[in-house]
C-alpha cells in the first residue's frame, strides 16, 4: 500500500488541568457515535493548571455538532497532514529526513502504528509548507515501497534457493551373498522313511498227547 497523504483540520479545546475534564470532552462524541481517530491531550510547560486537548477527525454535521457541545473549535489556521501507509523500518526517519533537506520545518507531529499500519499528523508553519511537504512525503513513500519490493523478492529467492533439494547419491548394489551350498540350495530334504514295528511271533501252543 503506498503513502497516502491528505490535508487535516484539527479540532482543540483548552481545559482546566484537573481529573475528568478528558471524560466531559470526550463524551458528546461517544454520545454522537462518532468515532476518533487521533485524541492527544497535554498540559502547557509551566503552567500546572492549563492543558489543551486535540482530536480528529470531525466531520458531518453530527461531528461537528458533537465538537461544539465538547467546547472544541476547528484549527483552521494550522496547517496538517495525515499520512497514511503500511508500517516500515525507518519511514519516519526517511520523511524526516527529506523534509529537513528541503528546509521545510515541522511545527509538531503525531505518529502512531497500530496492527502494521503507520499513521502520522504533521504540522506545518504554513500552507506553502504543507503543500511541499505533501509531494516530498508522497515521493518518500514511493521510494520505500520500491525498497521494501526488492528486499522481500531477494528474500524469496534465497528461500527457494535453500529449499531446492540436492540429487540424491545413488548406493552401490551389494551382491547378494551366495548360500553354503549350491547344489542342495533350493532343494527339498527327502522325507525320512518311516518303518513299521516288526510284531512278535507268539510261541506255538504244545498239543496235548492223547493215552
Known sequence: MA?????????????????????ESLKPFAEAKQNLQVVMGYAYPGERNRSALEVYPVSGAKGEAA?????LEAMTHTNCLLIEGDDRVGLAYAMANELAGN????????????????????????AGDA????????????STVKKTTARKKA?????????KKKPAKK?????????????????????????????????????????
Open 3 to 23: 503513502i497516502k497523504v491528505k490535508k487535516a483540520v484539527l479540532w482543540k479545546r483548552d481545559l482546566e488541568n484537573r481529573p475528568g475534564t478528558l471524560a
Open 67 to 71: 465538537a461544539r457541545a465538547a467546547g
Open 103 to 126: 528546509s521545510v520545518n515541522i511545527s509538531f507531529s503525531i505518529i502512531q502504528v497500530v496492527g502494521g499500519k503507520f499513521l502520522a499528523i504533521l504540522g506545518f508553519e504554513s
Open 131 to 142: 503543500d511541499k511537504a505533501t509531494a516530498i512525503i508522497k515521493s518518500v513513500g514511493k
Open 155 to 163: 528474500r524469496k529467492t534465497t528461500a527457494k534457493a535453500k529449499t
Open 171 to 211: 548406493l552401490a548394489k551389494k551382491p547378494a551373498k551366495k548360500s553354503a551350498t549350491r547344489k542342495t540350495a533350493g532343494r527339498k530334504k527327502p522325507a525320512a522313511k518311516k518303518t513299521a514295528p516288526k510284531a512278535k511271533k507268539r510261541p506255538a501252543a504244545r498239543k496235548k498227547s492223547k493215552k
